[in-house]
């Protein structure tokens, strides 16, 4: 089959400029079902200086909570048995109830972003991402839950 060639102007993805959060000893929970997608959450937050623990799905990610102080978790939304927005009202009612400190709770997500935003929000999240991201939208979520 004959193929013609066509010039295409260079369409690169535009990438922000955005100032890295230092998150020095700050603990952070990873909390999704595909290894994969924690893997990838994980060396990002690990090069922001996190130190970084994973939750396979909404029990783990209790259990782990409960047991350690977290300055941040990463919230994959779509989960077998107990999904994110359970889990992050549960944590927000243990934060009321235990006197735990505040959590940032950044969703993970691929789902349409604005779909799932009023749901987030009713849930007390702090932000989100949508999945796959890349590291500058990564970067401008925690720059600004952390503050």
Same mark, same amino acid.
């Given at each position: 089959?004959? +193929?013609? &060639?066509? !010039? /295409?102007?260079? $369409?690169?993805?535009?990438?922000?400029? #955005?100032?890295?959060?230092?998150?020095?000893?700050?603990?952070?929970?990873?909390?999704?079902?595909?290894?994969?997608?924690?893997?990838?959450?994980?060396?990002?937050?690990?090069?922001?200086g996190?130190?970084?623990?994973?939750?396979?799905?909404?029990?783990?990610?209790?259990?782990?909570?409960q047991?350690?102080?977290?300055? +941040?978790? &990463?919230? !994959? /939304?779509?989960? $077998?048995?107990?999904?994110?927005?359970? #889990?992050a009202?549960?944590?927000?009612?243990?934060?009321?109830?235990?006197?735990?400190?505040?959590?940032?709770?950044?969703?993970?997500?691929?789902?349409?972003?604005?779909?799932?935003?009023?749901?987030?929000?009713?849930?007390?999240?702090?932000?989100?991402?949508?999945k796959?991201?890349?590291?500058?939208?990564?970067?401008?979520?925690?720059?600004?839950?952390?503050?």
């Amino acid at each position: 089959m004959p +193929l013609e &060639l066509v !010039d /295409l102007p260079d $369409q690169q993805p535009e990438i922000k400029e #955005v100032e890295p959060v230092d998150l020095s000893g700050k603990r952070c929970l990873v909390v999704d079902d595909h290894l994969v997608n924690r893997v990838i959450a994980r060396k990002h937050l690990e090069n922001l200086g996190c130190v970084v623990d994973e939750a396979v799905d909404g029990k783990d990610c209790l259990t782990n909570y409960q047991q350690n102080q977290y300055d +941040l978790i &990463l919230m !994959d /939304l779509q989960m $077998q048995e107990v999904d994110g927005f359970q #889990v992050a009202q549960q944590i927000r009612q243990l934060e009321q109830s235990s006197g735990f400190k505040k959590v940032a709770i950044v969703a993970l997500t691929a789902s349409v972003i604005g779909e799932v935003w009023e749901r987030c929000q009713s849930t007390r999240m702090n932000g989100y991402v949508g999945k796959p991201f890349r590291p500058d939208e990564l970067m401008e979520q925690l720059n600004q839950v952390m503050d």
